[in-house]
């Protein structure tokens, strides 16, 4: 039986198109359609653009007759509804931005625009982006595609589960904490981030600028590579993206990993790690030792204080950040008897708990006299935690560790225990601290089914050997070959 177009990575489907063997229309079609039959058991979207979806589809048909397409002409993709889109529902799943519909595209999707790519719609997320498991959507939350009623990680959890369901191609989504990589490991997908100043910003909704990074959800790890080819670079209007050349990332896929240094870093194998994760874990590592790696034991020394560092930083930058939604400028406005209760009616009701909660923790962490005691000194040790990596990389090329301690958890199961959650980025947020790339990639399955993902890390726009030793891994296994059923 034939490979169904929807089952199909962007370097299968995109020489088909350019074969001529299938039109896009058909292939936007068919996504429609399964969308249409199934997301409502998954809850991937929030917004499905079947009219706009198909008018790109048609323009790049168009495109491919004339000889102007691109590796991504005419791809069905999904976009992480933190991404502003010209006309198109943009809410960040929050109540507070529930109709706003931005008057121009996001960088990132100015340029997939440019290369021809279909937006199917936007997919859903923790609100805001603050979360691990996209049980802070105002819209309801996404279930995982291989058990439904475990949680697909988070923030981008609509975007991981789209790809694993078969309901887009490839997706974008951002990372602050983890929220490309966990996700992705949780639904069995690949998820890249790149270094800090990669990718363009602009038209990110904000949650803390320092730490946010927009990057490619995808079935393979060579279709992370042609994302990225296509967002990366300099931006005029992002300060902080980096005027660096862009290298061919695809190049780097093709060179084997004998000889290649990975570090092992020993504080990621401590306590807490599930039994699963682990053996998982342990098993990768021995996959890449027996293609000619060598395997080196680094310490990064202030892992312990990562989470606390970030729940400083993050929230005090989300505090500044989300003051902007005060029912004057856009978004929702709830009315008061006065300036100050418009305010306060607007925020409380436009708000769910997550980010009022994380509001509030950075609106303490910034005031008058606990600025030196938080926020100052989790500055200080984010440097301490960048050095550790610096000094990892004296001695490795890349680092290879797990994603995160567990498998997706059960819907509900800590949704009443911040902490806990917290927790459950540890092994992610240290290289959003420090700026750098990291990708997920399939390395197994624990015990109920779940997936589990291995997580390589590389230095400052690295992306390259990152790319390339998950590629090798890939292409020795056929983890990513899997895929739920309905």
């Given at each position: 039986?034939?490979?169904?177009?929807?089952?199909?990575?962007?370097?299968?489907?995109?020489?088909?198109?350019?074969?001529?063997?299938?039109?896009?229309?058909?292939?936007?079609?068919?996504?429609?359609?399964?969308?249409?039959?199934?997301?409502?058991?998954?809850?991937?979207?929030?917004?499905?653009?079947?009219d706009g979806a198909l008018a790109q589809a048609r323009n790049a048909e168009a495109r491919r007759r004339?000889?102007?397409?691109?590796?991504?002409?005419?791809?069905?993709?999904?976009?992480?509804?933190?991404?502003?889109?010209?006309?198109?529902?943009?809410?960040?799943?929050?109540?507070?931005?529930?109709?706003?519909?931005?008057?121009?595209?996001?960088?990132?999707?100015?340029?997939?625009?440019?290369?021809?790519?279909?937006?199917?719609?936007?997919?859903?997320?923790?609100?805001?982006?603050?979360?691990?498991?996209?049980?802070?959507?105002?819209?309801?939350?996404?279930?995982?595609?291989?058990?439904?009623?475990?949680?697909?990680?988070?923030?981008?959890?609509?975007?991981?589960?789209?790809?694993?369901?078969?309901?887009?191609?490839?997706?974008?989504?951002?990372?602050?904490?983890?929220?490309?990589?966990?996700?992705?490991?949780?639904?069995?997908?690949?998820?890249?981030?790149?270094?800090?100043?990669?990718?363009?910003?602009?038209?990110?909704?904000?949650?803390?600028?320092?730490?946010?990074?927009?990057?490619?959800?995808?079935?393979?790890?060579?279709?992370?590579?042609?994302?990225?080819?296509?967002?990366?670079?300099?931006?005029?209007?992002?300060?902080?993206?980096?005027?660096?050349?862009?290298?061919?990332?695809?190049?780097?896929?093709?060179?084997?990993?004998?000889?290649?240094?990975?570090?092992?870093?020993?504080?990621?194998?401590?306590?807490?790690?599930?039994?699963?994760?682990?053996?998982?874990?342990?098993?990768?590592?021995?996959?890449?030792?027996?293609?000619?790696?060598?395997?080196?034991?680094?310490?990064?020394?202030?892992?312990?204080?990562?989470?606390?560092?970030?729940?400083?930083?993050?929230?005090?930058?989300?505090?500044?950040?989300?003051?902007?939604?005060?029912?004057?400028?856009?978004?929702?406005r709830r009315e008061g008897r006065n300036l100050m209760e418009m305010y306060y009616n607007t925020r409380a009701s436009g708000f769910g708990a997550e980010v009022r909660r994380?509001?509030?923790?950075?609106?303490?962490?910034?005031?008058?006299?606990?600025?030196?005691?938080?926020?100052?000194?989790?500055?200080?040790?984010?440097?301490?935690?960048?050095?550790?990596?610096?000094?990892?990389?004296?001695?490795?090329?890349?680092?290879?560790?797990?994603?995160?301690?567990?498998?997706?958890?059960?819907?509900?199961?800590?949704?009443?225990?911040?902490?806990?959650?917290?927790?459950?980025?540890?092994?992610?947020?240290?290289?959003?601290?420090?700026?750098?790339?990291?990708?997920?990639?399939?390395?197994?399955?624990?015990?109920?089914?779940?997936?589990?993902?291995?997580?390589?890390?590389?230095?400052?726009?690295?992306?390259?050997?990152?790319?390339?030793?998950?590629?090798?891994?890939?292409?020795?296994?056929?983890?990513?070959?899997?895929?739920?059923?309905?």
């Amino acid at each position: 039986m034939a490979e169904p177009l929807y089952s199909m990575s962007i370097s299968r489907l995109a020489p088909i198109l350019g074969r001529g063997e299938v039109s896009p229309v058909e292939v936007t079609e068919q996504f429609l359609e399964r969308i249409g039959r199934l997301d409502e058991k998954i809850h991937a979207y929030l917004t499905v653009d079947a009219d706009g979806a198909l008018a790109q589809a048609r323009n790049a048909e168009a495109r491919r007759r004339e000889g102007e397409a691109t590796t991504l002409t005419g791809i069905p993709l999904a976009l992480k509804d933190v991404l502003a889109t010209q006309g198109l529902r943009t809410t960040c799943a929050s109540r507070i931005l529930e109709n706003f519909a931005p008057p121009f595209d996001a960088t990132v999707c100015a340029r997939l625009r440019q290369a021809g790519a279909v937006f199917l719609g936007k997919v859903n997320m923790d609100e805001f982006a603050m979360g691990s498991s996209t049980e802070n959507s105002a819209f309801g939350v996404t279930h995982n595609p291989w058990r439904r009623d475990h949680i697909p990680g988070g923030s981008s959890g609509g975007a991981a589960a789209a790809v694993a369901a078969d309901l887009c191609t490839a997706s974008l989504g951002s990372d602050t904490g983890g929220s490309i990589r966990q996700p992705a490991s949780h639904c069995g997908v690949v998820g890249l981030k790149p270094t800090y100043g990669r990718v363009s910003r602009y038209g990110l909704v904000a949650y803390a600028s320092s730490l946010d990074q927009i990057g490619p959800v995808t079935k393979e790890v060579r279709d992370a590579a042609i994302l990225l080819q296509a967002i990366a670079g300099q931006d005029r209007r992002d300060s902080t993206s980096v005027p660096a050349p862009v290298p061919d990332y695809q190049e780097a896929l093709g060179q084997d990993v004998r000889g290649l240094k990975i570090g092992v870093p020993k504080e990621y194998f401590g306590e807490g790690l599930d039994p699963d994760v682990r053996e998982a874990v342990e098993a990768a590592l021995k996959t890449l030792a027996s293609l000619g790696a060598d395997l080196v034991e680094v310490s990064l020394p202030h892992t312990e204080y990562a989470v606390a560092t970030y729940y400083v930083v993050a929230v005090a930058e989300a505090s500044s950040n989300l003051a902007r939604y005060d029912g004057v400028k856009y978004g929702v406005r709830r009315e008061g008897r006065n300036l100050m209760e418009m305010y306060y009616n607007t925020r409380a009701s436009g708000f769910g708990a997550e980010v009022r909660r994380r509001i509030m923790l950075g609106t303490y962490a910034l005031s008058a006299g606990y600025y030196e005691a938080y926020y100052k000194k989790a500055s200080q040790v984010r440097m301490l935690i960048r050095r550790d990596f610096d000094a990892a990389f004296n001695k490795c090329a890349a680092i290879a560790a797990p994603v995160a301690p567990t498998p997706a958890f059960r819907i509900g199961e800590k949704i009443d225990d911040p902490l806990t959650m917290y927790l459950s980025d540890i092994f992610t947020i240290s290289a959003n601290l420090a700026g750098i790339p990291g990708i997920s990639v399939p390395c197994g399955f624990s015990s109920l089914g779940l997936p589990i993902g291995l997580q390589i890390l590389g230095p400052p726009f690295g992306e390259p050997v990152v790319l390339q030793t998950a590629y090798a891994f890939e292409q020795a296994t056929d983890f990513h070959k899997r895929r739920p059923e309905f």
